[in-house]
T-cell receptor
Framework: RKEVEQDPGPFNVPEGATVAFNCTYS??????FFWYRQDCRKEPKLLMS???SGNEDGRFTAQLNRASQYISLLIRDSKLSDSATYLC????????????FGSGTQLTVLP | NAGVTQTPKFQVLKTGQSMTLQCAQD?????MYWYRQDPGMGLRLIYY???????DKGEVPNGYNVSRLNKREFSLRLESAAPSQTSVYFC????????????FGPGTRLTVL
């Protein structure tokens, strides 16, 4: 079983749609949670951190459910520029070697 | 401010050849990392360096060696390349106190024939 599991997609949605991605992690000792974004043939970039209280950054909302070991990312009013692969990442806070990446969910926003 | 740079961008090797991937960062970060990314798999940590002068194995270190040349530079060496090492290699760096917020270089696409 993978430590971090994501639906690989692809998710194809029209512009303006709301889309949600889910992620589950197996290590209950995980302490830090993130979503990274990776454009085609580019490097991953941090999109946002994820907190138990949930957090929002513009059109993006991330939620963490520690009891269910589940992380989500909601994108509202999708733009063409949101097309990318979204990586769910979990780690031990303060540990350099315990950052585990999911394989990513591919999103294509269609005109 | 270039962030994290990697050379080369692309490389084709024959089985058994050796090569070194170079990485440099200009953000004064203490920690640096080497990952590989294969289709359908998440990034996997090969080696990391928490600070200048130290290196440690990650999840998939076999077949690789690293050198933390100074605070800025962290190189990855393949001594005898194998087809299983065909992958995209990313270097990353982070502040010492925030190792889980990492900044990635543009990657090196390596093919071993």
């Amino acid at each position: 079983r993978k430590e971090v599991e994501q639906d690989p997609g692809p998710f194809n949605v029209p512009e303006g749609a709301t889309v949600a991605f889910n992620c589950t992690y197996s290590n209950s000792a995980s302490q830090s949670f993130f979503w990274y974004r990776q454009d085609c043939r580019k490097e991953p970039k941090l999109l946002m951190s994820v907190y138990s209280s949930g957090n929002e950054d513009g059109r993006f909302t991330a939620q963490l459910n520690r009891a269910s070991q589940y992380i989500s990312l909601l994108i509202r009013d999708s733009k063409l520029s949101d097309s990318a692969t979204y990586l769910c990442v979990v780690g031990y806070s303060g540990s350099a070697r315990q950052l585990t990446f999911g394989s990513g969910t591919q999103l294509t926003v269609l005109p | 401010n270039a962030g994290v740079t990697q050379t080369p961008k692309f490389q084709v090797l024959k089985t058994g050849q050796s090569m070194t991937l170079q990485c440099a960062q200009d953000m004064n970060h203490n920690s640096m990392y080497w990952y590989r990314q294969d289709p359908g798999m998440g990034l996997r940590l090969i080696y990391y360096s928490a600070s200048e002068g130290t290196t440690d194995k990650g999840e998939v270190p076999n077949g690789y060696n690293v050198s933390r040349l100074n605070k800025r530079e962290f190189s990855l060496r393949l001594e005898s390349a194998a087809p299983s090492q065909t992958s995209v290699y990313f270097c990353a760096s982070s502040e010492a106190l925030r190792p889980d917020t990492q900044y990635f270089g543009p990657g090196t696409r390596l093919t071993v024939l």
